[in-house]
C-alpha cells in the first residue's frame, strides 16, 4: 500500500488557485508587493508636495477667498522681496541655529557618558531617561514651560529672593522650550555614533601617549562628526517647521510656521502659505546639500 | 537580479502615472459651485441630522457642562441629530465653512459678507422663522446680514470689545484706549491685543476721538493714508505688547498670572476669570467700543434645510436664545429673551441707543462703507497684510 494514493487532492479554492498564479508569476507578485508602498510614496507623500509647490503659483480672490488656478509668480516674489519675510526667516534660522547648539552642546558629554562611561546598566537606565519625556505631549511640554516662565511661574519662584526675575515670554523663551524639545533627537544619534567608535582605539591613543582631550579632539571627534550633524540636521528642521512653542511661550514674536499658519488659517491665502512654506523647505535642502558629503545622511 | 530592476522600473512608470492623474484632478477641482440664490419658499420634512458651525458657548449639548444644554431638547423636539463644531476666529470659521460640511454657521459681521460674496450661504426667508418677529427691530437688515435688501440668517446676540485691566495694577478704571495705545509704555510687555486683522478697527476707532485730521467717520472704512496712521498707532504699541490672544483660556491665564495687565477683551473671559480669583475687571473706555452682532446662516450646499430652518427657528426662540446668550454674556436678540436670564442690564439689551454706539465688526471692502465715493478703501486683505506687518 502506497502512502501517496491516500492524500487527498486539495479542493480548488479561490485563494489556492491566486497562490499558484502568484507562484508561477514572480513578476506580478512583485508588482502587487509594492503597489502600495510605491502608491503611498508616490501619491501621499510625493503629490502632496508637488501640489503644495503648485499652489504657490495661484492666487487668491481676496474678498471670497476662493483660489484662483492662474499661473502667477506674485506670492514667490513677494516672499522673496518682502521685508517682513526676511525679518522672520532671519529669526527663524537664528533661533533654529539657537537651538541646535545649545543641543549639541549638552547633547555631547550626556552621549559621551551614556556610551563611553557608564556601565551597560546605567547606559540602559540613562537611554530610558532620555526617551521618557518624548512619552508625553508636545502640547504639555510646552504649556509647562509657559507655567515656569510665567510670572508666578516656578522660575520667578526660585530666582526672586536672589533679586532675580523671570526672563518672561518671548524669544529666549521660545529657544530654551525648543532646546528642551529636540534635546532626545540630538542625544540619540550622538549616542548611537559615539557607541559605533571602538574602545580599542581610545586605548591605542592612550598607549601612544596622547592625553584625553587630544584624543577626544584626533580620534573621537572625527568620527562622530556625522552623527553630530545628523542631530543637527533634526534640532535644526524641527526648529525651522515649529509654530505651536513660538505661539505658547514666544510671546508677540512669529516664526515661519506662525505665518504659514495666520496665511491659512486667518487670511485664508493657501498661495501665499505655500510660498511660505517654500523657505524653510529651500533652507532644509540647502543644509542636506551642504553636509550630504560629511556621511551625516547615513546616521539619520 | 536584472528581472527585479525592471520591476521596479515599471513599477516607478506606474507610480508616476497615478501621480500624473492625480494632479490632473487635482487641479481640476477648485472653485467650488455656487449654491441657491433664491430662499426657499416652503418647509418639508427635518432630514435627521444637521452639522453646526458654532462660536464656542453658543451650541452647548452638554459636553462641557451636563447643566448646560439647549441642543439635546432640539433634538429631542425635531428629531434632527446635531453635531457641533466650535471655532477661534471668524477667519477659521469662514475656511471651516468653506468647506461645505456644515449646514449651519454662527457668523460674525467680520465674515458674514464673505461667505456672501463666496456663495457659501443661501438667503433666508424669514416667513419661515416665526420667531424672527420678536428680533430687536435694530438688529433687522444691517450691512452684515442682509445684502442687496435679501436677507442671510437670524441675528443671534451682541456684545463689546472690552477693556479689561488688573485691578492690582489700576486703582481705578482706566478711562481711555489711550492706556493700551498712547501710554502703553507705562506697562511695557504687560499689554495685549485680540490677535486677528479686525483689530486694526479699534486702532482706528481709537484715532476717530485722538485725531479728528484724518477723518476717520467708520473704523471699517479706512482710506489707505488712514490705514497707515492705524498700523503706525498699531506698531507702537507692538513694542509693548506681552502677547497677542485669540485663546480665550490664554488670555484668562495670562491676566491670572499676571503677565498682562490691561488689554482688549469679551465679557465671558471676565466672567470666567473672576469666578476663577483673578483680580480682573472691565470697562468700556469713552472712545467707544467694537463689538460683534451675529447671525446664524445657512450653507448654500446644504442637504438638510429642513432642520437647518428648524435650528434658526429654535436658537432664536426666546427661552433658548436667552439660554445661549446668558451661558456666552453678550445681549439676546429679543426682549423676550430677556425673560429668561436675569443679567440683561448688564448688557444693555435692548437699548438701541448703546447698541448703535458699538462699531460692529463689519468686512471692510473697497467700497466704502462710510458713504464716500471719491476715495476707494482698504478691503480684508489689505487688513491681513498690515496685521501680520504690524505683528513683524
Excluded at chain 1, 510670572?151 to 524669544?171: C, K, N, S
Amino acid at each position: 500500500m502506497t502512502t501517496t494514493s491516500t492524500v487527498p487532492r486539495p479542493p480548488r479554492t479561490p485563494a489556492r488557485a491566486a497562490s499558484a498564479f502568484l507562484s508561477a508569476h514572480p513578476r506580478t507578485r512583485l508588482i502587487l508587493l509594492l503597489s502600495a508602498p510605491l502608491f503611498w510614496l508616490g501619491v501621499v507623500y510625493v503629490v502632496a508636495l508637488a501640489l503644495l509647490l503648485v499652489t504657490a503659483f495661484w492666487s487668491v480672490d481676496s474678498f471670497t477667498g476662493e483660489v484662483t488656478t492662474e499661473f502667477t509668480l506674485d506670492n514667490i516674489i513677494e516672499v522673496v522681496t518682502g521685508s517682513l519675510y526676511q525679518t522672520v526667516t532671519l529669526r527663524t534660522v537664528g533661533v533654529a541655529l539657537a537651538v541646535t547648539l545649545i543641543d549639541v552642546a549638552f547633547a555631547l558629554p550626556i552621549a559621551f557618558f551614556m556610551a563611553k562611561v557608564a556601565t551597560p546598566r546605567m547606559q540602559r537606565v540613562l537611554l530610558i531617561l532620555v526617551l521618557t519625556p518624548l512619552w508625553a505631549s508636545y502640547l504639555v511640554k510646552a504649556y509647562a514651560w509657559r507655567s515656569v516662565l510665567s510670572q508666578d511661574g516656578i522660575l520667578e519662584w526660585l530666582v526672586a529672593p536672589f533679586g532675580g526675575q523671570t526672563i518672561g515670554y518671548g524669544l529666549p523663551a521660545t529657544i530654551i522650550t525648543l532646546s528642551y524639545l529636540w534635546l532626545p533627537y540630538v542625544i540619540l544619534p550622538i549616542y548611537a555614533g559615539l557607541e559605533r567608535v571602538p574602545d580599542s582605539l581610545l586605548e591605542a591613543s592612550g598607549d601612544l601617549g596622547g592625553k584625553s582631550w587630544p584624543t577626544l579632539r584626533l580620534v573621537v571627534f572625527p568620527l562622530v562628526l556625522p552623527a553630530i550633524i545628523a542631530g543637527t540636521i533634526f534640532a535644526f528642521a524641527l526648529s525651522l517647521g515649529d509654530y505651536i512653542t513660538v505661539n505658547i511661550v514666544g510671546g508677540a514674536n512669529q516664526m515661519l510656521g506662525n505665518l504659514v499658519y495666520t496665511n491659512v488659517g486667518a487670511a485664508n491665502n493657501l498661495p501665499l502659505a505655500s510660498a511660505i512654506a517654500l523657505i524653510p523647505i529651500a533652507i532644509i535642502f540647502g543644509y542636506l546639500f551642504l553636509v550630504r558629503r560629511t556621511g551625516a545622511l547615513d546616521n539619520l | 537580479m536584472k528581472r527585479m530592476t525592471r520591476t521596479v522600473r515599471r513599477g516607478v512608470t506606474v507610480g508616476l502615472a497615478i501621480t500624473t492623474v492625480a494632479l490632473l484632478t487635482a487641479c481640476g477641482t477648485s472653485g467650488g459651485g455656487t449654491g441657491p440664490t433664491e430662499a426657499a419658499s416652503e418647509l418639508g420634512e427635518t432630514e435627521g441630522q444637521l452639522s453646526v458651525l458654532a462660536w464656542p458657548g453658543y451650541a452647548e449639548d452638554g459636553s462641557n457642562d451636563p447643566a448646560v444644554d439647549w441642543v439635546t431638547p432640539f433634538e429631542d423636539a425635531t428629531g434632527c441629530e446635531v453635531t457641533v463644531k466650535t471655532f477661534g476666529t471668524s477667519d477659521e470659521a469662514v475656511n471651516l465653512f468653506k468647506t461645505g460640511d456644515y449646514d449651519v454657521v454662527s457668523a460674525s459681521g467680520d465674515a458674514s459678507l464673505r461667505l456672501v460674496a463666496a456663495g457659501d450661504v443661501q438667503p433666508v426667508n424669514l416667513d419661515l422663522v416665526p420667531n424672527y418677529a420678536n428680533v430687536y427691530d435694530f438688529l433687522k437688515d444691517k450691512a452684515w446680514n442682509t445684502v442687496d435688501g435679501q436677507n442671510y440668517g437670524v441675528p443671534h446676540g451682541y456684545g463689546a470689545n472690552l477693556l479689561m485691566y488688573s485691578t492690582d495694577v489700576f486703582s481705578e478704571a482706566p478711562s481711555s484706549w489711550g492706556v493700551v495705545f498712547d501710554e502703553s509704555d507705562a506697562y511695557t510687555g504687560k499689554v495685549t491685543a485680540y490677535d486677528s486683522p479686525i483689530y486694526i478697527a479699534d486702532a482706528a476707532m481709537y484715532l476717530m476721538a485722538t485725531q479728528p485730521d484724518l477723518g476717520i467717520e467708520n473704523p471699517y472704512a479706512l482710506d489707505e493714508e488712514q490705514l497707515a496712521a492705524a498700523v503706525d498707532l498699531l506698531k507702537t504699541q507692538r513694542a509693548n505688547i506681552g502677547e497677542y490672544w485669540s485663546d480665550y483660556l490664554k488670555e484668562i491665564q495670562a491676566f491670572t498670572t499676571g503677565d498682562t495687565v490691561v488689554g482688549t477683551t469679551w465679557q465671558v473671559i471676565q466672567n470666567v476669570a473672576a469666578a476663577e480669583g483673578a483680580p480682573t475687571d472691565v470697562t468700556v473706555p469713552e472712545e467707544g467700543v467694537t463689538g460683534w452682532s451675529d447671525t446664524w446662516m445657512i450653507s448654500s450646499s446644504t442637504e438638510n434645510p429642513n432642520c437647518s430652518y428648524a435650528w434658526l427657528d429654535y436658537i432664536a426662540s426666546p427661552e433658548v436664545n436667552g439660554q445661549a446668550t446668558e451661558y456666552f454674556g453678550e445681549a439676546p436678540s429679543s426682549d423676550e429673551a430677556c425673560e429668561f436670564r436675569s443679567d440683561c442690564e448688564a448688557y444693555h439689551a435692548g437699548d438701541a441707543a448703546y447698541a448703535e454706539n458699538i462699531w460692529y465688526w463689519t468686512t471692510p471692502i473697497e467700497k466704502c462703507i462710510d458713504g464716500r465715493t471719491d476715495v476707494t478703501c482698504t478691503d480684508y486683505s489689505a487688513w491681513t497684510e498690515a496685521w501680520q506687518e504690524i505683528k513683524g
